[in-house]
């Protein structure tokens, strides 16, 4: 199935096209070559922004200005959720964004967005690099007509904040989650009814109990949107998204276009931002999560082992059931779950052995 099968309606069609021709040919003059690359996030926006500026600004500098790129916030070219239609199309060389944005777009694309008890931030780079995953993503972005890149990762989310308590798995019944993705799919067989909100309106609905929950990003940019005012209880572990990759997406052709060294300077500055914007969200993080303890009087709550090992369950039945929508979707599944197979011993012994070293009580330090 290919990219142009996805333009939903003749009024969408519309707007990408106003902005296709608006902006679709990029400034070539003196060997010089001028992009524009718009985010899905609003200009500033703690965390998400610094990739994209991070991206824009290295490419320009380290290219000695041969190749320049402008960027532009969430709907100055194009509505957000259009991004990548308008890149597809030519209208923008480079789009910044999440891939759970997507997923409609491309079955397999679902594999992309964070999967519930799936491969944590580290094992998801490792399987870009070194497991294949760089090359099949390439396969399935190739599908809707674009070039992919790692561009940030959010790490490990909550599970999210709520206004009522959750004891057993009976008490996701009946409540209205704003949740997206492969996990909205498990909350729904719990009994749970997924809403998808933009973040922006998450806090009056979680206020107005318009929804009983929500999933946000983390920390440092719930305590920035004011949920631990309008939200009791936020609960861990991560389970939804145990992996949050940001993707950049470059239109095929202009891609292609480009000499090979232009393209290694893309590649790096995007290795570069993946790097940056993973440090950053786990350094602001930390400390958001301190201080919604020590000043907001925030008490982080942890689902039992019981519900944990039920909602594990039926994520699993979930994701075999994503795989089998098509040839390209089981592809993915099965590279995946290959490389995770192969990577949880090794991340166990390691990783999980050492933090739970840490935590024993010993004195340490000053």
């Given at each position: 199935?290919?990219?142009?099968?996805?333009?939903?309606?003749?009024?969408?069609?519309?707007?990408?096209?106003?902005?296709?021709?608006?902006?679709?040919?990029?400034?070539?003059?003196?060997?010089?070559?001028?992009?524009?690359?718009?985010?899905?996030?609003?200009?500033?926006?703690?965390?998400?922004?610094?990739?994209?500026?991070?991206?824009?600004?290295?490419?320009?500098?380290?290219?000695?200005?041969?190749?320049?790129?402008?960027?532009?916030?969430?709907?100055?070219?194009?509505?957000?959720?259009?991004?990548?239609?308008?890149?597809?199309?030519?209208?923008?060389?480079?789009?910044?964004?999440?891939?759970?944005?997507?997923?409609?777009?491309?079955?397999?694309?679902?594999?992309?967005?964070?999967?519930?008890?799936?491969?944590?931030?580290?094992?998801?780079?490792?399987?870009?690099?070194?497991?294949?995953?760089?090359?099949?993503?390439?396969?399935?972005?190739?599908?809707?007509?674009?070039?992919?890149?790692?561009?940030?990762?959010?790490?490990?989310?909550?599970?999210?904040?709520?206004?009522?308590?959750?004891?057993?798995?009976?008490?996701?019944?009946?409540?209205?989650?704003?949740?997206?993705?492969?996990?909205?799919?498990?909350?729904?067989?719990?009994?749970?009814?997924p809403v998808q909100m933009p973040l922006?309106?998450?806090?009056?609905?979680?206020?107005?109990?318009?929804?009983?929950?929500?999933?946000?990003?983390?920390?440092?940019?719930?305590?920035?949107?004011g949920l631990h005012k309008v939200a009791?209880?936020?609960?861990?572990?991560?389970?939804?998204?145990?992996?949050?990759?940001?993707?950049?997406?470059?239109?095929?052709?202009?891609?292609?276009?480009?000499?090979?060294?232009?393209?290694?300077?893309?590649?790096?500055?995007?290795?570069?931002?993946?790097?940056?914007?993973?440090?950053?969200?786990?350094?602001?993080?930390?400390?958001?999560?301190?201080?919604?303890?020590?000043?907001?009087?925030?008490?982080?709550?942890?689902?039992?082992?019981?519900?944990?090992?039920?909602?594990?369950?039926?994520?699993?039945?979930?994701?075999?059931?994503?795989?089998?929508?098509d040839a390209l979707s089981k592809e993915?599944?099965?590279?995946?779950?290959?490389?995770?197979?192969?990577?949880?011993?090794?991340?166990?012994?390691?990783?999980?052995?050492?933090?739970?070293?840490?935590?024993?009580?010993?004195?340490?330090?000053?």
């Open positions: 199935m290919k990219r142009r099968d996805f333009i939903k309606t003749a009024s969408t069609v519309g707007v990408v096209g106003a902005a296709a021709s608006a902006f679709a040919t990029p400034a070539i003059s003196q060997n010089r070559i001028e992009w524009k690359m718009q985010t899905t996030w609003r200009e500033n926006s703690p965390l998400l922004w610094t990739g994209p500026k991070l991206v824009a600004d290295y490419v320009s500098k380290m290219s000695g200005g041969r190749l320049t790129i402008k960027l532009y916030a969430a709907g100055e070219i194009a509505p957000p959720l259009q991004v990548m239609d308008v890149v597809a199309d030519g209208g923008l060389e480079m789009g910044h964004g999440y891939p759970p944005y997507w997923a409609g777009k491309l079955p397999a694309m679902q594999f992309f967005t964070p999967l519930p008890f799936g491969i944590t931030t580290q094992e998801q780079n490792a399987w870009f690099l070194y497991g294949g995953g760089q090359e099949i993503a390439d396969k399935v972005y190739g599908e809707l007509g674009v070039k992919f890149l790692p561009s940030g990762n959010t790490s490990v989310q909550s599970a999210g904040w709520f206004n009522k308590e959750i004891n057993s798995i009976e008490d996701y019944q009946g409540m209205k989650i704003r949740s997206g993705g492969l996990g909205s799919k498990v909350l729904a067989k719990v009994g749970a009814t922006g309106e998450v806090p009056q609905a979680l206020q107005t109990n318009s929804i009983d929950g929500a999933d946000f990003v983390g920390p440092f940019n719930d305590m920035a949107f009791k209880y936020c609960y861990w572990p991560g389970w939804m998204e145990p992996c949050g990759v940001l993707d950049c997406f470059i239109n095929k052709a202009a891609w292609d276009g480009l000499s090979d060294d232009l393209k290694a300077i893309v590649e790096a500055a995007n290795a570069m931002a993946n790097n940056v914007v993973l440090s950053e969200f786990v350094a602001k993080n930390a400390q958001a999560y301190q201080t919604l303890q020590t000043e907001h009087g925030v008490k982080m709550q942890f689902l039992n082992d019981e519900t944990l090992a039920v909602l594990g369950k039926i994520a699993g039945e979930v994701i075999v059931e994503a795989s089998e929508a993915v599944y099965d590279s995946l779950m290959s490389f995770r197979k192969l990577v949880m011993p090794y991340t166990n012994t390691s990783e999980l052995a050492f933090l739970n070293a840490r935590n024993l009580d010993f004195p340490y330090g000053g």
